[in-house]
């Protein structure tokens, strides 16, 4: 696994929608991840604790509530933006076409129009980074994964993932809490994520 910047990445989020904001105390969890480490891996879990820690802020997102088209099983269109997801399985896969997740969390429901070589051209090379970001029709999800380690309620998952805007080199990591109320000890991952509400979404940092 790559190395990571420990700097947290300050990302705005555009377009959120949410029906609550509710602010709750930093989560306390049983087993708390401490250094020394033995690989990058643990240093990496180490900073998504910390994260959950400083940055924790419980909100109910809305779910997304227009038509949403699968192409070729990895790519899922939400009206003109696409997320272009790797490496999951049936039951994860319906984190997207649920609309739980969707391209309008990261960059809004406003679309940008498409500029010619020369007019990219002309952009410098912030203008270009935030240019492709919000066209939002080439969004790239992988490493998908559940953080079992970040909660020890029934009712609360939180997983992990990287995000590739277009033609970027370095993906961001991004972190994500889903709330299922009535899930039980017998409750499946799939049937929790059916049920499901998103109530945490946020940017972490810069992979390199």
Request: charged content about 25%.
């Amino acid at each position: 696994m790559k190395l990571s910047i420990l700097f947290l990445f300050l990302f705005l989020l555009m377009g959120c929608k949410s029906q609550s904001d509710v602010e709750v105390k930093n989560p306390v969890f049983k087993t708390e991840l401490k250094p020394p480490f033995d690989n990058q891996g643990e240093q990496e879990d180490y900073w998504a604790q910390e994260f959950f820690k400083n940055e924790y802020k419980k909100l109910t997102y809305a779910i997304y509530d227009g038509p949403i088209i699968e192409k070729a099983a990895t790519e899922f269109i939400y009206d003109h933006k696409t997320f272009r997801v790797l490496g999951v399985n049936d039951t994860l896969k319906l984190i997207y076409t649920k609309g739980i997740l969707y391209p309008q969390l990261i960059n809004g429901y406003t679309s940008v129009a498409h500029k010619t070589n020369k007019e990219l051209d002309s952009l410098t090379v912030i203008q270009r980074y935030f240019y492709e970001l919000n066209r939002g029709d080439d969004l790239r999800v992988s490493n998908l994964e559940e953080l079992k380690f970040l909660s020890d309620s029934l009712t609360i998952k939180r997983f992990r993932f990287w995000l590739f805007a277009q033609k970027d080199s370095n993906p961001k990591v991004y972190f994500f809490e889903l709330t299922n109320e009535k899930a039980k000890e017998t409750t499946s991952l799939k049937d929790f994520i059916e049920n499901s509400k998103l109530t945490f979404f946020k940017a972490g940092w810069i992979i390199i």
